[in-house]
């Protein structure tokens, strides 16, 4: 059995500010080492800050989405070249709030991690089920449809990416899928990944979905779930550090 280190990133989605964002990256840098990575994906106007603020240790920072377009009119975007040369490791793409919110599909999905495969970023892919999916009993089918698109996009680069599992019903809502409930889908994702590429044993797919202190070490323990990102947590230092620590 592969051994996969595990990877905890925390999503700031739209919040933040530079005297709030010192902080929070203050407390976590005093608070290494962690024995597992760590990440955070912040707003793209506090990207450079953090690069800063971080580029001499081992935390690593990321974008929260990313153009599918290389450069040109398109005003607002930002390319995957951009986030490389702010030293990304990571970006969100396809993110619920992305798809809902935005009418992202899963062919623009697979487009921007394709742009951001192509620059050396890592696409953290997030897929999930709404609530009446899940009651309709169309959770596998729903995160396969959306996961096999993009697998289909990347091709022999599939396995670069990193995969989250975020049930929609579960995203700031307070609830939590249990468990078993995670694991079972995550087990079906490994699956789909080791049978496209041959190499899902050794690929990282996270939970994410109201993951707090309380209930991270129970989800992280599960054996097809490779750590976390994290929303609202991520904002606390001290509830972010929490789950960093359950994850390793």
């Given at each position: 059995m592969t051994t996969r280190r595990?990877?905890?990133?925390?999503?700031?989605?739209?919040?933040?500010?530079?005297?709030?964002?010192?902080?929070?990256?203050?407390?976590?840098?005093a608070a290494r080492p962690f024995g597992c990575d760590v990440a955070v994906c912040t707003p793209f106007v506090y990207l450079a800050d953090?690069?800063?603020?971080?580029?001499?240790?081992?935390l690593r920072w990321g974008a929260q989405d990313v153009s599918a377009h290389a450069q040109g009119a398109y005003t607002g975007e930002v390319s995957a070249a951009m986030l490389q040369e702010l030293g990304c490791r990571y970006t969100?793409?396809?993110?619920?709030?992305?798809?809902?919110?935005?009418?992202?599909g899963d062919a623009l999905v697979a487009a921007k991690a394709q742009a951001?495969?192509?620059?050396?970023?890592?696409?953290?892919?997030?897929?999930?089920?709404?609530?009446?999916?899940?009651?309709?009993?169309?959770?596998?089918?729903?995160?396969?449809?959306?996961?096999?698109?993009?697998?289909?996009?990347l091709a022999h680069c599939a396995a670069e990416m990193v995969v989250a599992y975020e049930p929609v019903w579960a995203i700031g809502t307070g609830r939590t899928a249990t468990p078993a409930q995670a694991q079972?889908?995550?087990?079906?994702?490994?699956?789909?990944?080791?049978?496209?590429?041959?190499?899902?044993?050794?690929?990282?797919?996270?939970?994410?979905?109201?993951?707090?202190?309380?209930?991270?070490?129970?989800?992280?323990?599960?054996?097809?779930i490779d750590g976390g990102l994290i929303g609202?947590?991520?904002?606390?230092?001290?509830?972010?550090?929490?789950?960093?620590?359950?994850?390793?």
């Amino acid at each position: 059995m592969t051994t996969r280190r595990k990877l905890v990133v925390g999503n700031w989605k739209m919040h933040g500010s530079r005297a709030a964002n010192a902080e929070l990256l203050a407390h976590l840098l005093a608070a290494r080492p962690f024995g597992c990575d760590v990440a955070v994906c912040t707003p793209f106007v506090y990207l450079a800050d953090t690069a800063s603020t971080l580029a001499a240790s081992d935390l690593r920072w990321g974008a929260q989405d990313v153009s599918a377009h290389a450069q040109g009119a398109y005003t607002g975007e930002v390319s995957a070249a951009m986030l490389q040369e702010l030293g990304c490791r990571y970006t969100l793409v396809g993110h619920s709030e992305r798809r809902a919110y935005h009418g992202e599909g899963d062919a623009l999905v697979a487009a921007k991690a394709q742009a951001a495969l192509g620059r050396g970023v890592t696409p953290i892919v997030c897929v999930g089920e709404t609530l009446a999916e899940r009651e309709a009993g169309a959770t596998a089918e729903v995160v396969k449809r959306q996961l096999s698109v993009v697998i289909h996009q990347l091709a022999h680069c599939a396995a670069e990416m990193v995969v989250a599992y975020e049930p929609v019903w579960a995203i700031g809502t307070g609830r939590t899928a249990t468990p078993a409930q995670a694991q079972e889908v995550h087990a079906l994702l490994r699956a789909q990944l080791q049978a496209a590429t041959g190499r899902g044993d050794a690929m990282r797919i996270l939970y994410g979905g109201s993951v707090k202190a309380d209930n991270a070490a129970e989800l992280f323990a599960q054996p097809d779930i490779d750590g976390g990102l994290i929303g609202g947590a991520s904002l606390k230092a001290a509830d972010f550090i929490a789950i960093v620590r359950a994850a390793g």
